[in-house]
């Protein structure tokens, strides 16, 4: 077909699993010429793998894909991008000591061998014109902000004559400037007629630009609407809506941004399980003004505070990437803070110390990935569970480690928490994710730590297991200690957490009370929406 | 190209029998393969290999000759399993070597004469140790403080030690009685290892080697520090996750492997050649073998031993090759280069498997998911 | 010091780098890709003797040239095989691949010992250039290899920093994942590269045995395939950083012999290579440094593709 016409793009019943996952079950999807299109759901509702199989990376197992009408089948991204579709990753996929030019003539199919960055200038004066789009060819990579890259890999896209773009989540690595100018470069590319896919979390953006919005959760179409007109987009924005506009069916009905977050986080609990009645009003734990780098160098959190009472759980909503991680590294003594000190009963934390001086004072870590950084997979499971202890009594004296003594924590363990392995001398990547899951915890919580730091606990485990691990850290919680807890799973943080506080750009933008707050009303703060009278920074009396 | 394509894919590690299978068919296939070399020399594979071995196993004085080359290898084959387990490359056996044969020489030539006789070999073997791990120290500290990659300055540091050494024998140790040779004075009776009536093998080495071999064992597997060090050369971002000081374990360990290279130098000058000699006579290319010698163990310091005999077996094999066939020493680099071949490829087998497929531009072509999206979002574990 | 020895020392600094100088560039090209082989010091000794040889028994330095570089080829497609193909180490291939080199070029070279090549390859003179003074004798009078490093080094550059194949091979050695992306095919270009190296370093040793000592000796190669090692990161992946590096490390290979008339070791003198390697690395591994001169980032690790 001629690459240079795009008119419509069609996916039906896309169907799509994962060994233990349905990632995709039955989505449709279509986009036309000149259209932006959202697709909205949380991490893990399949909007990925949706993004993936029309991208030629994943073969969808059910399912059809009709371009311009007629069936089409991607093997392969060179496959699709020969049909027009580029795609624009989280994860930039460029050279950081190469130039800009560099790097897109490399993309090129059509570069002339001698001098190829020659021909790129012209081109980049073209893509300029067209759509307003500016890069300096000359600028190295490394030297250039997220926002940059992520235009670059546009005009690469661009430059390889992509007429349908396939954008995830293109905004949350850009500054507000250059989210505007970025907004502008899109309607300039959809008034020469490009299609283009636009994946998000975030409800208010995506209102702004999409014609429509596709909404995935938990791998089923939740709906395709579209975005309500100004006046009650407006109203959105001051207050919560009581769900009077809320729509679960398909359909292209009109939404605004509080409807458009209940359809994506799902149906609101009607019963929310009480959490215990409020906490003793000591306090033991507290973040001050805390200041943290990313791996890039860009500060990832910032001038953060925020305090646990002995005996809660504080649990932390917001969209991946927005600094939790390195909120939480850095209280776990893997990554120095610039500033900011934590006090655990009331006795500084030595934050640039490392970790073996955080767990020394009594702070108990649950990593975000357990495979690379919570287990060694060729080790024991035995020798899995003194990892973090093994330097101290009772497992090793006088530099000799006793494994009598890490067999019994060991069986303990396994006993405990029904970890289902044939031996407490097998390798630990014998287990199943649930397994490893349930062996981390049990080490982390063998001491009675004071402090819980807990990252994704449940993620990927299966239903009993997680259920298993929400009761431990309840037990922890009601044993006296303080719980911090990281989790994408709004449900969960609803069912756990004494207190959310909702993390969005590096900053806490507000602590609620699950018994009052809903669903929607932390969808719409995790997304970047103030909402009066919660904007509270730190240490807020529920 | 021809519709088909191979395509290796990781998968669960098999069983230690297959880890057994692959290094005895590397020996066996490597000694046969680079004897096939010498067909182009008129000789038959099968005469060569049985020459080799028997010339290396055949007879108490070819066992004690395998032997006392075993010992040097031995230590250092166990220095590096030891510097391999915690993923630190040290090639610079050699130059550890060599400095504990300096520091030893230092001590014979010049300390020997003030000290009771019963203290100079005891003082010998640790200043030799002290040398070797000095040496072996600065690139781990250049490591750890300033990420310089230890490859290379392990690899440098060989050739400096070598030239030390040079500079020495050429130069200030000069010997006065050694009529122009390169050599420094003999050492004085109490500054040489006594040996085996009639052999090679200095016996206060061989209970060295192998003590050594089951202390390291036991620092190893029973030992805070061998725990640490195995962490971090499994896993380094769970040894940072579980609070592990990179610097200090990986310290102690090239400690371990730099001061067990200084004891083989320390055996080499005050057995073999009794005076301080050139930097190639000292060390016929032992830290390189070593590095064979410590693959074959299975970074096992037990297994190292075993392994250290085949080894010593070949380069007495080697003289063998020199005195009945007329060939270089050198060419018995030829059977550990090819062992050693086979044997990093064959391990690829312990890990990977092979799968045959239809060509397909899809497959060829692949592109890597880069987000956490290639399993529906579920990648984090 | 008359100009006459100025002239006569600093031509044998140039002789004696020639061959370091070809062989860092073909690691150069193999590490710009991402594929360190440490077995350099192997398959120059394989080229030394097979260039040898060749020349001997045909009568032609060219011949034996050729040979010299198919005898690099040949050594550097099993680093290929075992790095690439089957993705084992590239430090301990490396290393048993020098073993290799040395143990068949000891093999095949025992004939050789002693015979003296009566066939060396002939100086050029570049007519007009080779009259000027001083630099006339230097420069424009020169053997055939010395030119061709010159213009290797100058081609490589181009190539690395000008063509589509000199961004497809950076992009190799920075970041494989990217580049598998951008559609280049990374074990390809892996194993082009490796092979060019290979080449190289089998000429460079062709030239110890044809030229700068036209006759075999046993480990006539003399460690200079580490120096490479050293000169590679001394120059910092640059080939043009390596003609100059090159030449001043043959200049200290030469002066040895002159400082040592005036009671400077020559072992001292030849140690400052490999402390001045470490000191450079030392520098490029610095975190301010890092972004213009670093090591290839992917440098020594095997890519596993999806």
Known sequence: MNRHVFDSLEMTGIRKSFPGVIANDDISFSIHSGEVVGLLGENGAGKSTLMNILYGLIQPDEGEIRLNQSPVNFASPRDARRHGIGMVHQHFMLIPTHTVAENIALSLDDAPFFDPVSVINDRLDVCSRAYGIHVD??????????????????????????????????????????????????????????????????????????????????GRLAGTVRPASKDTNRSGDTAVHDGKNMETSSGHDEVDKAALARLMVGRELEQIIPGKSPPEDDILFEVENLTVMDDRGRTAVKNVGFTIRRGEILGVAGVSGNGQRELIESLAGMRSPESGTARLADRVLPLDAGARAIFESGVAHIPEERMRFGTVANMSIQENIILKAGHRAPFSRRGIISFSAAANRTTEIVNEYRVAATSIVAPMKNLSGGNIQKVIVGRELADHPALVLAAHPTYGVDIGAAEGIRSHLRECRDAGGAVFLVSEELEELFELADRIAVMESGRIVGIVDPRTSSFGEVGMMMAGAHIPGRAISSGDKP | MFGFSVRIERCQPASTTLSIVIILSAMTIGLFSAAA??????????????????????????????????????????????????????????????????????????????????????????????????????????????????????????????????????????????????YSDEFVSSAVLPTFYGTRVAWPMLVIVIVAAFVTWFLITCTRWGFETRVIGENPEAARYAGISHARVTIILMIISGGLAGLAGVGEVSCIHQHLTTSAAISSGYGNTGIIVAMLGRLHPIGVLPAAIFLGGLLVGGDVLQTSFGMPFASVNLFTAVILLLLITGDVFLDHRFRIRRDCPASSTAVIAPSDSTCGGKMRN | MDTAFVIATIGRAFTAGTPLLLATLGEIIAERAGVMNLGIEGMMALGAVAGFGVSLESGSPWLGMLAA?????????????????????????GIALTMFGLGLSALIGKGYIGRPLQTPLHSITIPGLADLPFIGDILFRRDPIFYFAIIIAALIWIILYKTRWGIAIRSVGENPLAAETMGVDVAWVRVWCVLFGGALSGIAGGYLSIVYNPSWIEGMTAGRGWIVIALVIFSFWNPLRAVVAAFLFGGIDVMQFSLQSLGISPNLLRMFPYVATIVALLITSSSITRRHISAPEALGEPYQPR
């Not at chain 1, 430059?159 to 400037?177: C, F, H, I, K, Q």
């Not at chain 2, 070819?62 to 630190?88: H, Q, Y």
Request: no cysteine.
């Open chain 2, 37 to 182: 070399l010498f067909v182009f020399k008129g000789f038959s594979p099968l005469t060569i290999v049985s020459k080799i071995l028997t010339g290396a196993f055949g007879s108490r004085f070819a066992w004690m000759e395998t032997i006392a080359k075993a010992v040097p290898l031995g230590l250092v084959g166990i220095g590096l399993a030891v510097a391999f387990r915690g993923k630190f490359w040290n090639i610079g056996a050699e130059g550890q070597i060599l400095l504990g044969a300096v520091a030893a020489s230092g001590i014979a030539l010049f300390a020997a004469p003030h000290l009771p006789d019963k203290a100079v070999l005891p003082m010998m073997l640790t200043a030799g140790f002290a040398a070797g791990a000095i040496w072996g120290v600065i690139p781990a500290l250049l490591r750890t403080r300033f990420g310089v990659n230890e490859v290379v300055s392990t690899l440098m540091m060989n050739y400096v030690a070598a030239e030390l050494v040079q500079y020495l024998v050429y130069g200030p140790w000069k010997g006065a009685s050694q009529m122009g040779f390169p």
């Open chain 1, 137 to 218: 060819p000359k600028a190295f990579v490394w030297q250039l902000s997220a926002g940059e890259r992520q235009r670059i890999e546009i005009v690469k896209a661009l430059l390889g004559n992509a007429r349908l773009l396939l954008l995830d989540e293109p905004t949350s690595v850009m500054t507000p400037d250059e989210i505007n100018e970025f907004i502008g470069v899109l309607r300039a590319m959809t008034a020469a007629g490009i299609g283009i896919v636009f994946i998000t979390h975030k409800l208010e953006e995506i209102l702004s630009v999409a014609s429509r919005i596709t909404v995935l959760r938990k």
């Open chain 3, 69 to 93: 570089a198919l005898a690099g080829i040949s050594l550097s497609a099993i680093h290929a095989f075992v790095t690439i193909g089957m993705r084992a180490g590239q430090i301990v291939s």
